[in-house]
Every structure is written in structure tokens, then in C-alpha cells.
T-cell receptor, first 112, second 114 residues
Framework: SQTIHQWPATLVQPVGSPLSLECTVEGTSNPNLYWYRQAAGRGLQLLFYSVGIGQISSEVPQNLSASRPQDRQFILSSKKLLLSDSGFYLC???????????FGNGTRLTVT | GNSVTQMEGPVTLSEEAFLTINCTYTATGYPSLFWYVQYPGEGLQLLLKATKADDKGSNKGFEATYRKETTSFHLEKGSVQVSDSAVYFCALSGDGGSQGNLIFGKGTKLSVKP
């Protein structure tokens, strides 16, 4: 069966520090991968998606970047965090069209 | 493009009450429809899905029927429990943009009191 791992679960970082959140998927090949941010415990905002190694599409301009160095690894990064980067970050993977998204457990990021 | 409208919350019910959370959509083609549940501090979990008109998705006592004539996918449960307290998201498959991303409603927070 397929599983998705996301870490760390919580993170507190000072403004201006770098960020690296990692997500890995097991039990499937060539998944579509996604990073979402959820603000104030509600609404989901799609940040990045990837359909293959090295292929990243950004949905919104921002202080963050994403990379996919391996087929089942998706990384969310920032060189310098802003206060506004605080939120709940969710990684997800998806199979064929019309199939559901499968989410990780999320990372609660607090920028102080 | 495809979009989904979900009833605003929060919704507060007593245990064993009947639950309805409304969801309507606009879409081109024949999207699949989903309900996700998010418990506090966790990621979203797929609750149920329906892939074509008149399909009924069901799981854990929750049900939703894909109604093409009313473009709706309302979530129902006959008798809620305190453990059902969570945020519920309606979603549909997109129109091909963002490589298969789902379009999500804004979520409805449900609180069930004992």
C-alpha cells in the first residue's frame, strides 16, 4: 500500500532563517506531488506541484521554492523565512486523473 | 473553470443529531467529487468519493450522492458522534490545470457536543 511521510511535524524558526521541509511517498511510482499551505486552520492554497523529477510548477509567487530530486521525494525550501510564512504545510500525492489526493500529516511552521 | 461552494460553518450539533453539510459545484465535463475530513492538528483524509452521476459514496456512516441535475454533493450522517468533530472539505477534480489538482471548498467546522 502507498504511504506518505512528511517531516518535521512542528517547527519554530526565526525570521530570516532557512527552511527545508521534506516529503516522501512509498508504494507508488511517478506520482504527481503537491505542496499546500493552510492558514488559520481552514482553506487550502496550492503552492507547488510536480509531475516528475526536476519538474516544478508554482501556483503563486512567494518566498518559497520546491524541488523534486527523486521520483518520490518533494522538498519545500526557503532561503530566508518571513513572518508571513507561518502556517500549516501539507504535502500530497496523486495517481491517475480523477483519483483522490492523499495527504501527509502536515508540518506546523511558526516563524518568530 | 471548475469551482466548489461549501456551506459556511461552524456547525454545532448534539450527539446523535442528523448532519447535513451542503456542497455545490460548477464544472465542465464529468468531474469526480470528494469529501475530506481533517481532525485537529492532522492532514486531510479522504472520507468518501463519487466518480459519476448518481453514485453514492459512503464511509463511517457518512454518505454523499453525486447529483448532476442539482450540481450538488451534500454530506450526510444520520447520527453524529463527538469523535466526528473535525473540519470537512468538499472537493472536485479540476479542469486539467495544475496537473490534476483538486478544487477544494473552504471547509466546514463541525463540533459535536455530548
Amino acid at each position: 500500500s502507498q504511504t506518505i511521510h512528511q517531516w518535521p511535524a512542528t517547527l519554530v524558526q526565526p525570521v530570516g532563517s532557512p527552511l527545508s521541509l521534506e516529503c516522501t511517498v512509498e508504494g507508488t511510482s511517478n506520482p504527481n506531488l503537491y505542496w499546500y499551505r493552510q492558514a488559520a486552520g481552514r482553506g487550502l492554497q496550492l503552492l507547488f506541484y510536480s509531475v516528475g523529477i526536476g519538474q516544478i510548477s508554482s501556483e503563486v509567487p512567494q518566498n518559497l521554492s520546491a524541488s523534486r530530486p527523486q521520483d518520490r521525494q518533494f522538498i519545500l525550501s526557503s532561503k530566508k523565512l518571513l513572518l508571513s510564512d507561518s502556517g500549516f504545510y501539507l504535502c500530497a500525492w496523486k495517481g491517475p486523473i480523477n483519483s483522490p489526493l492523499h495527504f501527509g500529516n502536515g508540518t506546523r511552521l511558526t516563524v518568530t | 473553470g471548475n469551482s466548489v461552494t461549501q456551506m459556511e460553518g461552524p456547525v454545532t450539533l448534539s450527539e446523535e443529531a442528523f448532519l447535513t453539510i451542503n456542497c455545490t459545484y460548477t464544472a465542465t465535463g464529468y468531474p469526480s467529487l470528494f469529501w475530506y475530513v481533517q481532525y485537529p492538528g492532522e492532514g486531510l483524509q479522504l472520507l468518501l468519493k463519487a466518480t459519476k452521476a448518481d453514485d453514492k459514496g459512503s464511509n463511517k456512516g457518512f454518505e454523499a450522492t453525486y447529483r448532476k441535475e442539482t450540481t450538488s454533493f451534500h454530506l450526510e450522517k444520520g447520527s453524529v458522534q463527538v469523535s466526528d468533530s473535525a473540519v470537512y472539505f468538499c472537493a472536485l477534480s479540476g479542469d486539467g490545470g495544475s496537473q490534476g489538482n483538486l478544487i477544494f471548498g473552504k471547509g466546514t467546522k463541525l463540533s459535536v457536543k455530548p
